[in-house]
């Protein structure tokens, strides 16, 4: 509640006080002014309230539209790296610090190498996406995957999760959804636009020589697991599908994260009460010229091939993507229990699995790619 009325007392004061300050003025210079303060007093209470209601959620969103992105820190990523000897070369926001600090000194043949690694891939609306490839240790690759990250983050994020299937046989392919990493912009649409990506992703891999028949899977995390649900409709002969974190229903996602609150943390005091959390996700649609309620996961994932290997990752400790509402999305897959596999680990939190217990995920990413449809 805090948040909408210190942005709205912000606009109105941005009036309020020239006005006080001319009023001070003319008074000094002409004496009395009748009704002047009175009619400056009730502008602002009706200003407060148009600011309240509708400046406020439309600015934020119109940010939510336009504004979003990678996160500072993290702009800085430009691609996997690997060792003489092949091994990925993990980075992370802190390397990313100390590069930009001269801290650290990467080898120039290294980075090359890193940045050969992209591709450009033309998306829906004008939008140029980039994405890396992440080689097999040998070729052929068992499997192709698309790998998708999350809200505010880049490829960066999904480096661990690809060495552990690079470990297994795969060609990865680390995707960057629209406003995110080196890709173009367009207006955010949580994941329903961002699906065209993800479908002129693997359409782009499956037109690489020798990959037309090489099985291709979906790997989402969070935000990435929207993208990734809401383009499997579109993508003939999935080979599998892992969801790490997933959002069942982008408004119901929107809701929890608008209400965000833990204790301790700075950002809990941008936490919003309703009505605010539904006029910011109304703004939202508005600008992005798009429909909260087409961006179902949990309504697409129950209409999938009953044949098709599904892997869901969860954490015990994830509030936005909470334990019971990621089990309400397994329990709507089609498949038999013998293909698809649900891990929700007590101790995680939000997309952060793969750091808590590496070798647990590896395991479970074996299941998952022994079983892919061929």
Not at 20 to 47: D, K, S, T, Y
Not at 108 to 129: D, E, F, H, N, W
Not at 290 to 312: G, H, K, N
Request: one cysteine or more; glycine letters at 10%.
């Amino acid at each position: 509640m805090i948040f909408p009325l210190v942005a709205a007392l912000l606009f109105t004061l941005a009036t309020l006080l020239p006005l006080l300050l001319l009023g001070g003025v003319l008074r000094w210079l002409r004496g009395p002014l009748g009704g002047f303060w009175r009619r400056v007093l009730w502008l602002h209470l009706a200003a407060f309230a148009l600011h309240l209601f509708v400046t406020f959620p439309g600015l934020l969103g119109l940010w939510g539209s336009r504004g979003l992105g990678t996160r500072g820190d993290e702009r800085a990523y430009a691609g996997p790296r690997l060792s003489a000897a092949g091994e990925l070369l993990f980075q992370d926001r802190d390397t990313l610090r100390a590069e930009r600090d001269g801290k650290v000194v990467v080898d120039p043949a290294i980075a090359a190498a890193a940045a050969a690694r992209a591709r450009t891939i033309p998306s829906s609306g004008g939008v140029t996406l980039r994405a890396f490839r992440l080689e097999a240790r040998h070729e052929p690759p068992v499997a192709v995957v698309v790998m998708v990250h999350g809200l505010f983050r880049s490829a960066l994020e999904l480096e661990r999760p690809a060495a552990m299937l690079r470990d297994l046989g795969c060609e990865c392919w680390l995707l960057e959804l629209r406003n995110h990493g080196g890709s173009s912009r367009a207006p955010f649409s949580g994941g329903l636009h961002e699906s065209d990506d993800v479908v002129a992703a693997v359409q782009f891999v499956r037109a690489q020589a020798d990959r037309a028949q090489v099985p291709v899977g979906l790997f989402g995390v969070s935000l990435g697991t929207i993208a990734v649900a809401l383009a499997t409709p579109r993508i003939e002969r999935i080979a599998g599908l892992v969801l790490d974190s997933p959002m069942e229903d982008l408004g119901a996602a929107a809701d929890r994260m608008l209400q965000f609150h833990r204790p301790d943390d700075r950002r809990s005091w941008f936490a919003m009460v309703q009505p605010w959390r539904s006029l910011v996700v109304r703004s939202l649609e508005t600008w992005s010229h798009f429909r909260v309620e087409d961006a179902s996961p949990i309504t697409v994932l129950a209409t999938m091939p009953t044949d098709v290997p599904v892997l869901i990752f969860g954490g015990g400790k994830d509030d936005r993507a909470p334990p019971d509402r990621v089990t309400a999305l397994f329990d709507q897959l089609p498949m038999p229990a013998a293909d698809k596999r649900l891990w929700i680990r007590p101790e995680s939190g939000h997309g952060d699995i793969w750091k808590g217990d590496p070798t647990g995920y590896a395991e479970r990413l074996a299941w998952w790619v022994a079983n892919l449809r061929r």
